[in-house]
């Protein structure tokens, strides 16, 4: 394809085929995605029918370099431009111009014309024929006109101006041009490029045999060695490293991972060696899901560019018309040798190229700079709802907070030791599988409540070390109790209490949960738990029969990025709220901590979309986030659903921008990369009509002549083409 209107064709085409629901033809990737009913037609025949249009078609996956003419490189190349401005040296010099001169020229442009022009010729001709008309029409007919009546005078011995070197050089400079501009489109596809080439050559496995990444199969386990590529996406089973995540998140900053760690196939392990079992492999991976959305992606059109491609179907039969009236009218106002250069500078200087790359060639290089953030953008019509977007609004569980459970204050009585409460409380949920229990096992574990050292506690007397627990009983509903037996620690006093005793064996009936299972609560204790009540803070109480020693406070904790996120947003004049489905107290206290503007609690999905709803018919623009199963309503209602990419693959495909990581500060990376692209996309097609509108009548009444006419074609394309990959440079808040 080498304009819009071919790539509109194509897609007209196989629109009209029986069998095609749909068809979108991407011209700046060199890309069709059609939808069929395989029991009317098969591929081969979808392949056929492009082929009977005159281009050719192959099967696969996202392919972003067309395949380059051989006149359009190389050393082909570089004869043709070196004839065509020696046929032009010669013509323009007077001095040069020997009895003759000619029949040199003529020579000297006759492989130009003949031979390189063929990459015109062949397609253009093709075209008409077919009853529709391209760019490459248009250069042909413009360049054999020039070409065959300079021929005509100068064989015929008439009298009259010649064109040759007008003719060289319009194939030359358009040759030149399409050569630039096969490049730059590749450069703007090289970020996606890049995602495509990511996956593993091979693949190494304990036995030390190597397979290619084909056969792995999900529970196989593979060897990561320092500096390869991760295989599959996985766990971390034997070995600890820092893997660079960096081509498929965005995130700059290497992650530690150690055994039971998930790992993203493409991602770079660092320096140490990692035994890995396989989870997603192929088409299920990551990586694959990633480069299928932006596939997809790149086959999508958005309504600006619809406009684009019904101006461009009409443009071209339109500049003939133009071309044949300029003709006419000079040759009866001057005569046949001065009709001939305005109207080859009008059928060159209006080649449709820059209105047909205005919108692909920015999408793919927004497209590929958001891909190696981790921002996938499923389609230009993204790029139209993002502009006006004045309220952004977000699931709290899983997008604002970390999405679980986390111990995060241990309030204790006078004379217990906060560490010891937690490692006994832990030794009793260890035996239980609540959520609530998991958690506070995990900080046990880990040591990570502020206040309380736990590393400790952890390390030596949890689990099933100095702690035993007997007469474990569960309490459906209210917690957890048994005899917790401690030997040859710090383990209590008599009474049992943590941290309170000498070096000795003791056993004490420990209850682990809610404060209706103590007689007693002490008042310091109710006054500690009404505050962290207050702020939405689950409780859980530790002690014996008679009385409480203290309780640990759990919360989904918010993450690091979130505040900064809602911070960027407000400075962008766009209004925050939250919408959750938990509790007031919880909700609002998670809206304090990030400043959101409003916060919406004790929501269902059917809610969620009503707030959403109430919204919209206020006059507001809104652009929902949502990593969960319970989102994907409200993401399909907003006008731009933005899903966390760690969430549920529903929430994925009912958004229009999908993030791969969970930091919130992408979300706001891809509004604004999405605003950016789709002014990059304006600004194109205000250059792209302005230069056609503006050079058409300049070189109807023949101000501009069709050697300057095929440089300006040239360089509006490279422009556009340039504009468009300015935005590789677009810098996200995380770098």
């Known amino acids: 394809m080498t304009c819009g209107a071919c790539a509109s064709r194509i897609e007209s085409e196989l629109h009209a085929t029986e069998g095609v629901s749909a068809a979108h033809v991407n011209f700046a990737a060199n890309r069709a995605s059609v939808t069929y009913d395989p029991d009317l037609l098969s591929e081969r025949d979808l392949l056929n029918r492009i082929d009977g249009l005159g281009y050719r078609a192959l099967p696969g996956e996202l392919h972003l370099d067309g395949e380059e003419p051989r006149w359009t490189s190389g050393k082909a190349l570089v004869i043709t431009l070196a004839l065509a401005a020696a046929s032009m040296v010669i013509s323009s010099i007077a001095a040069l111009r020997f009895a003759g001169w000619e029949w040199l020229v003529l020579g000297l442009t006759m492989p130009v014309v003949l031979i390189s022009g063929m990459v015109f010729h062949g397609p253009g001709w093709r075209a008409v024929r077919r009853g529709h008309a391209t760019m490459d029409t248009l250069v042909s007919l413009g360049s054999l006109v020039a070409w065959g009546w300079s021929a005509v005078v100068t ?143 790149l086959s999508r059109k958005a309504p600006i560019q619809r406009l684009a491609d019904r101006i461009s179907a009409v443009f071209v039969p339109a500049v003939v018309v133009v071309a044949v009236t300029t003709l006419v009218v000079w040759l009866v106002l001057e005569s046949a040798s001065a009709a001939i250069s305005p109207a080859v500078a009008v059928l060159i200087v209006a080649c449709p190229c820059a209105l047909g790359l205005a919108t692909p060639a920015a999408f793919m290089a927004g497209s590929g700079r958001g891909a190696r953030m981790g921002v996938i953008i499923r389609g230009p019509d993204a790029l139209e709802a993002a502009r006006r977007v004045d309220v952004v609004a977000l699931d709290k569980t899983g997008t604002v907070t970390e999405g679980h459970l986390e111990v995060v204050a241990v309030e204790v009585v006078d004379g217990t030791d906060a560490d010891s409460l937690l490692a006994s409380a832990a030794a009793l949920e260890a035996r239980s599988e609540h959520p609530v229990a998991a958690a506070i096992v995990r900080a046990a ?129 766009i209004e925050v709220v939250i919408l959750s489905g938990d509790n007031s107290a919880a909700a609002e206290q998670v809206g304090r901590q990030v400043e959101a503007d409003r916060v919406f609690a004790g929501l269902t999905p059917a809610g969620k979309v009503t707030e959403i709803e109430r919204l919209q018919a206020a006059g507001r623009r809104v652009a929902m986030v949502g990593d969960g199963v319970n989102d994907a309503p409200a993401l399909a209602a907003a006008e731009v659903g933005v899903a966390i990419g760690t969430g549920a ?80 440079r677009f810098a996200p808040l995380r770098a």
């Open 649 to 728: 693959d529903v929430a994925a495909e009912a958004s229009d921008l999908t993030l791969v990581g969970d930091d919130l500060r992408l979300a706001v990376d891809a509004l604004s990369l999405a605003r950016r692209t789709l002014g990059t996309i304006r600004g194109n097609l205000f250059w792209a009509f302005v230069y056609n509108t503006a050079a058409i009548p300049l070189a109807a009444v023949g101000l501009l002549r069709p050697e300057i006419a095929a440089a300006a074609m040239g360089l509006s394309s490279l422009f556009v083409l340039g504009n468009s990959l300015r935005l590789n």
């Open 445 to 573: 574990r880990s040591g990570s409540v502020d206040g309380v050292d736990g590393a400790e506690s952890a390390s030596t007397n949890f689990p099933d070390g100095e702690l035993a627990v007997a007469d474990f009983r569960n309490l459906p509903g209210f917690g957890v109790e048994g005899r917790l037996v401690r030997a040859g620690a710090v383990a209590g006093s008599a009474s049992g209490r943590p941290g309170s005793g000498t070096a000795r064996t003791d056993e004490a009936t420990i209850i682990v949960g809610r404060a209706e299972l103590f007689e007693r609560v002490p008042a310091a204790l109710e006054d500690a738990a009404a505050d962290h009540a207050a702020a939405g803070r689950t409780l859980v109480f530790v002690g014996g029969n008679e009385s409480a020693w203290g309780f640990l406070a759990l919360a989904d904790r918010v993450k690091p990025s979130s505040a900064a996120a809602v911070a960027d947003w407000k400075r962008a004049g």
């Open 155 to 297: 064989i015929g011995g008439l009298d009259g101006h010649i064109y040759f070197d007008t003719a060289a050089v319009i194939v030359a400079v358009v040759l030149l041009g399409r050569h630039l501009e096969t490049r730059a489109r590749r450069r703007a596809g090289d970020a996606i490029g890049a995602l495509v080439g990511l996956g593993a050559g091979s693949v190494r496995l304990p036995d030390g045999s190597d397979i290619p990444p084909s056969q792995l199969a999900v529970g196989m386990t593979f060897l990561v060695r320092p500096g390869e590529r991760i295989a599959a996406d996985g766990v971390v089973t034997e070995g600890h490293s820092a893997v660079d995540t960096s081509i498929v998140t965005g995130e700059p900053v290497p992650a530690e991972v150690a055994p039971g760690d998930e790992v993203t196939g493409g991602t770079l392990n660092t320096y140490g060696s990692l035994v890995v079992e396989a989870r997603r492999v192929g088409a299920d991976g990551t990586l694959a899901q990633v480069v299928r959305l932006v596939s997809e992606a």
